[in-house]
C-alpha cells in the first residue's frame, strides 16, 4: 500500500472490547501503522467509527498513540478507503480468519512449537497456514488447511493423532497468530512446510528449498 493508506490487507474477525489476545470475535478489522500527527480522533473519523470503539478494539485506556505501531482498525472501513485510493482491494493477499479459525490455528501454533520454540518459530508455523490458504494446491480457508486429508491421514501430525482441539493455546500462541496476520501480505519467504531434521526422514521434505530455520525447526516451500 502507498504511505497515505498504510493499512495491510489482513482480515480477522474479533470483538470490540478484547484485546489482540482475547479468544473471542464478532466484528472485523485490518490493521494501520501509525504515522506521526496520527490521533484516535483523527483515526475514528478516518474510519468511519468512534474513539472509544478504536481503543475498545485495540485494548487501550490512554489517548497516546506511537508513530510507528500497528493498531486495529474497522475492516470494512478501511477497505473501502483503500479501494478509493488505489482502485483495488488486494484480494488475493487478503485472508478471512473466524474466531473458531484463529482459536484452531493457536492451538496448531501450540501443539506444533509447544514451550520450547522461540516466538519466531510460532509465528512462521503459522505463516505456513496462511501460506498454504493462498497457494493454489491448498485448500482456500485456515480450517481447510489444517484438516487437510493425506495419504497418511491429515497434513499435521496434532490433527493426524486426535490431539489438535484438546490443546490449550496460550495468549503468546494467540499472539503469534495475530502477528503472522499482520506479516502475511509482506511475507516474502513463501514458507510452506516445517520439520524437524532430527526427525524428519522424508526425502521428498528434506530436498524443498530452506527459507529459513528457527529453533528446532526448518522451514521450506
Known amino acids: 500500500m502507498k504511505k ?30 501509525v504515522k506521526k500527527g496520527d490521533t484516535f ?3 475514528a473519523k478516518t474510519y468511519k467509527t468512534t474513539i472509544s470503539a478504536l481503543k475498545s478494539l485495540n485494548g487501550r485506556k490512554s ?7 500497528t493498531i486495529k482498525v ?11 485510493k488505489t482502485g483495488s482491494s488486494s484480494k488475493n493477499r487478503t485472508i478471512l480468519i473466524s474466531a473458531e ?14 514451550f520450547s520454540e522461540p516466538f519466531a518459530g510460532k509465528v512462521e508455523v503459522a505463516l505456513v497456514v496462511f501460506n498454504r490458504v493462498k497457494n493454489p494446491a491448498f485448500p482456500k480457508t485456515v480450517k ?31 499472539a503469534a497468530v495475530d502477528k503472522a496476520l499482520s506479516l502475511f501480505p509482506n511475507d516474502h519467504r513463501g514458507s510452506l512446510y516445517f ?14 528449498p530452506v527459507t529459513i530455520r528457527i529453533g528446532h525447526h526448518v522451514f521450506a516451500r
Not at 497515505?4 to 479468544?23: E, K, N
Not at 474497522?74 to 478509493?84: K, V
Not at 520439520?195 to 521428498?204: G, H, L
Open 4 to 33: 497515505t493508506v498504510a493499512t495491510l490487507a489482513v482480515v480477522c474477525c474479533m470483538a470490540f472490547g478484547l484485546t489482540s489476545h482475547s479468544t473471542e470475535a464478532a466484528t472485523s478489522y485490518t490493521y494501520y501503522h
Open 41 to 43: 480522533s483523527k483515526l
Open 63 to 69: 489517548d497516546a498513540l506511537y508513530e510507528g505501531e
Open 74 to 84: 474497522p475492516q470494512l472501513a478501511a477497505a473501502s478507503c483503500a479501494e478509493s
Open 101 to 114: 479459525e484463529r482459536k484452531l490455528l493457536a492451538q496448531l501454533v501450540q501443539a506444533e512449537t509447544g
Open 144 to 174: 481447510g488447511v489444517i484438516y487437510q486429508k493425506t495419504k497418511s491421514g491429515y497434513a499435521f501430525v496434532p490433527v493426524r493423532t486426535g490431539k489438535l482441539t484438546h490443546i490449550q493455546p496460550t495468549k503468546e500462541d494467540y
Open 195 to 208: 520439520y524437524n531434521p532430527k526427525i524428519t526422514k522424508d526425502k521428498w521434505m528434506l530436498s524443498r
